[in-house]
T-cell receptor, first 115, second 114 residues
């Protein structure tokens, strides 16, 4: 069965600092992996996805994530945080087991950006 | 092109009532999935529809139901509302079932049960 763990329900950084949001997954087969962002009172927006092509995936708003099979991780990074990056971030995994690609979402990490 | 449209944005209902939420997917998208989001449980899968057929269902009681119309619009219904049904209900659309390309989400319907 697939599962995903996001380490840290809250991450606080200063504006201009590196952003690192952690995601570890569990899957019995090669998975598809996603990061979504949710701003207050809005739905989720797809940031980036890994679908077994390049292991380093670039997304929107300067975010990128690296798939590391040996570590079962898919951490999200951004070199320099901006105030507008403050939001909730969700990692999701989907591996197609049982013929279904319904994704499992992590509990989310709230990114706080200080001026 | 227009995004995923969910109506209404906000609802306040009383325990025991029923409620219907609506979702119009992106034009050309034929698959619609519904999620319940709460602070305590996070995002939980409710249903997935494709071509007017329910393909997958999450672990929710029978009070939660849904359907999809021939134009791909979808509705979900919750009967005999309970306080614990208070949540943000999110609709997500995709071209076809299967998450490989990711979902496009609507802004959600915030349901408050009093």
């Amino acid at each position: 069965a697939q599962s995903v763990t996001q380490l840290g329900s809250h991450v606080s950084v200063s504006e201009g600092a590196l952003v690192l949001l952690r995601c570890n997954y569990s899957s019995s087969v090669p998975p598809y992996l996603f990061w979504y962002v949710q701003y207050p009172n809005q739905g989720l927006q797809l940031l980036l996805k890994y679908t077994s092509a390049a292991t380093l995936v670039k997304g929107i708003n300067g975010f990128e994530a690296e798939f590391k099979k040996s570590e079962t991780s898919f951490h999200l990074t951004k070199p320099s945080a901006h105030m507008s990056d403050a939001a909730e971030y969700f990692c999701a995994v989907s591996d197609g087991t049982g013929g279904s690609y319904i994704p499992t979402f992590g509990r989310g990490t709230s990114l706080i950006v200080h001026p | 092109k227009a995004g995923v449209t969910q109506t209404p944005r906000y609802l306040i209902k009383t325990r025991g009532q029923q409620v219907t939420l609506s979702c119009s997917p992106i034009s050309g998208h034929r698959s619609v999935s519904w999620y319940q989001q709460t602070p305590g449980q996070g995002l939980q899968f409710l249903f997935e529809y494709f071509s007017e057929t329910q393909r997958n269902k999450g672990n929710f009681p029978g009070r939660f139901s849904g359907r999809q119309f021939s134009n791909s619009r979808s509705e979900m219904n919750v009967s005999t509302l309970e306080l614990g049904d208070s949540a943000l209900y999110l609709c997500a659309s995709s071209l076809v079932p299967g998450i490989r390309d990711g979902y496009t989400f609507g802004s959600g319907t915030r349901l408050t049960v009093v």
